[in-house]
């Protein structure tokens, strides 16, 4: 006479089955999870990068223009805006970014027209982060990593000169530092 239910090696059998796929249903939830908190996280890290790379935009052409403009001025003194277009070119090609930074945080000129209030090229602030070097232009955008660590790098390119040499514009580089987490890897 056969009784109704079931076996004790059937019941062990079921079980393991259901701990089996209970496993990997877990372990591909959780892979599930890291990899869209991951995509988030560099797709935050490039929308940092695009702020950032619009305002250095931004800056630089008002600073090229301006420079531009204060050529014509007269109470300048001559070859005042040639000199600073020459420096500014030769700091971009021994890459002194900082420097180049400073520039637009403080260009030494007086008065001119596209800056913003108090003489910057550059936000006084973003993100709640004043902004007075690179470092703290960095930390603003947010490109560092959870301990607060720098871990890009700005190259902001020379400016148009006409002058011997001839000099071609570039639009400024933002980028990781290679080996960082925020590196966006593809």
Same mark, same amino acid.
């Given at each position: 006479m056969k009784t109704k239910? /079931?076996? %004790?090696v059937e019941?062990?059998?079921?079980?393991? %089955?259901? =701990?089996?796929l209970s496993t990997i249903a877990t372990t591909s939830t959780y892979n599930f999870v890291q990899a869209t908190?991951? %995509?988030?996280?560099q797709y935050n890290n490039i929308q940092n990068i695009m702020a950032l790379h619009s305002v250095l935009v931004n800056a630089k052409m008002n600073?090229?223009?301006d420079l531009a403009l204060e050529s014509s001025n007269p109470n300048n003194p001559p070859n005042a805006t040639e000199l600073a277009i020459q420096s500014w070119n030769i700091s971009a090609r021994?890459?002194?970014?900082?420097a180049l930074i400073r520039? %637009? =945080?403080s260009p030494g000129f007086s008065g001119l027209p596209l800056a913003n209030p108090g003489g910057s090229y550059l936000p006084t602030s973003h993100n709640g982060v004043p902004i007075t070097d690179m470092d703290s232009l960095l930390r603003a955008f947010q490109l560092t990593d959870n301990a607060g660590n720098i871990v890009a790098t700005i190259s902001v390119g020379p400016m148009l000169d006409v002058g011997p040499p001839v000099t071609r514009a570039m639009l400024p580089i933002i980028d990781w530092r290679s080996g960082t987490p925020q590196? =966006?890897? /593809?």
């Open positions: 239910g /079931f076996t %004790l019941l062990v059998v079921a079980c393991t %089955l259901l =701990i089996m908190a991951n %995509l988030k996280a600073y090229a223009t021994q890459n002194d970014n900082a520039l %637009l =945080i590196e =966006i890897q /593809f």
